[in-house]
């Protein structure tokens, strides 16, 4: 089992940033994958970024150019810094961890709205 705990998020006006933080503990494993998916009221939950034990990235479309994925592999954290934020990228933003034969381990969301 693998224990997400998540922080940041919050009420940001257009244009604005924020910073999202998750710390996993518990079963971690050196080949792994962390990041960031969100869901937004009557939509499916989608990839926003995420990052491998190995540095690669992957980013939606959406977001390119805007947002960046980060991890401190020692503290098994990744972070997700969103910058021009848009009121499109309103959405529960859930941290995952991604490990071989386990699967998924998800956070417990954190909102972020981005409103004037």
């Known amino acids: 089992q693998v224990q997400l705990v998540e922080s940041g998020g919050g009420l940001v006006q257009p244009g604005g940033s924020l910073r999202l933080s998750c710390a996993a503990s518990?079963?971690?494993?050196?080949?792994?994958?962390m990041g960031w998916y969100r869901q937004a009221p009557g939509k499916q939950r989608e990839l926003v970024a995420r990052m491998s034990n190995g540095g690669s990235t992957n980013y939606a479309d959406s977001v390119k150019g805007r947002f960046t994925v980060s991890r401190d592999y020692a503290k098994n954290t990744v972070n997700l810094q969103m910058n021009s934020l848009k009121p499109e990228d309103t959405a529960v933003y859930y941290c995952?961890?991604?490990?071989?034969?386990?699967?998924?381990?998800w956070g417990q969301g954190t909102q972020v709205t981005v409103s004037s």
């Open positions: 995952n961890y991604w490990r071989p034969i386990f699967g998924d381990s």
């Open positions: 518990g079963r971690v494993s050196s080949i792994n994958t």
